[in-house]
């Protein structure tokens, strides 16, 4: 150590001994003053009553859970997990012959030395599920979003986006130096005029497939027209729709029966397919060679561990295989929709198992919700920032693991509960 470092050393420990003498505080102004910022923005988040407090489950992920503080079953009607895959025996049987074989972790980024053949064979399978030339893998959707659109348009490109798409989405945009544009959601007459006047070299518009607040979903034939007419290019966030949205679970562009006029799809592992984590982006071998070349959560990151890899496998397998677990999902969408608007309730958006039980004021979706789970059932309302002022909703969410008899139960539930709210009559 050199001898001036020395020196600035003991004169350090000698002043920090006379500041304790004297009794001062060993925490930096700085510090105490961050800590009353921060505290500051948490007390008027409360005030505000949007505070969010998680509720901590004490089993697996499933139709059927336990939460902190009750050992009462609880049927769970507020959960990604559409397809009822992220505890199913056979899933999380190969997961542990996975994780025996190819271990806890590569502790690397997918370039210097995190690849293994079971992420290549991923990679194949998603390309093959989508109907693609390739894929690439990434931690998230969410890493999949921030690093897609930073490295394929420049400052010369333009970009559409929906007004509501995912926070992903708009913190990807944001990143990128491409003219940013936002077009009414779903408004096809103003994308259009956007479009229209647009002097971009390469013009990208992008939405979700489905949004999930509302349980709406994208006009992608009309999207993909204006796309084939101002010379665009589409991406759309499948999230909430890969693997049990649409005839045999391939999604929004299946359901819209406009499959292979999508450019760019990304998605996620970690909702219907066995609930667990890890993204993707899938399109061109083109695309997906750029994007390892330049996607910095792909490069700056440490690649997917085993386990999960094999939980999005299994599934993928699984669905290959057959398509009945997407046919259930819809059954049981169709039997919830029914009930609850036979008993006078209002369900938003369109044939999704994203079913928002529209009630409009915050106060009441938050007491609905709570007496909802006295009578055993796991759902939450969400009020403005979440939803817009005046449209406060439960939004159920259907899965294809849930019974006909688990459906009746939530809707005779929402039904009592209802009537003593007057909500419905």
Known sequence: MPIFSKFALLRGSEHLIRQQARGY?????????????????????????????????????????TVQGSDKKILNFCANNYLGLANNPEVVKYTKEIVDQYGAGLSSVRFICGTQDIHKNLEKKIAKFHGRQDAILFPSCFDANAG???????????????????????????LCKAKKQRYKHRDMADLEEQLKTSDARLKLIVTDGVFSMDGNIAPLPQICDLADKYNALVFIDECHATGFFGPTGRGTEEY??????????????????GGASGGYTTGSKELVTLLRQKARPYLFSNTLAPATVATGTKVLDMLLASDELSKTVQSNTQRFREGMKKVGFTIAGENHPICPVMLGDARLASIFADQMLTHGIYVIGFSFPVVPKGKARIRVQISAAHTKDDIDHAIAAFTEIGRSLKVIS
């Open 148 to 174: 897609l659109f930073e490295a394929i348009l420049t400052p010369e490109d333009g970009v559409f986006s929906d007004e509501l798409n995912h926070a992903s989405i708009i913190d990807g945009i944001r």
């Open 25 to 65: 505080s060993s925490a930096k102004p700085a510090i105490a003053q961050f800590s009353e910022i921060l505290n500051e923005q948490i007390k008027s988040i409360k005030d505000a009553g949007t505070f969010k407090r998680e509720r901590v489950i004490t089993s697996s992920q499933s139709t059927e859970i």
């Open 256 to 273: 819209h029966n406009v499959m292979g006029r999508i450019d760019i799809i990304n998605s996620t592992l970690g909702k219907a397919m």
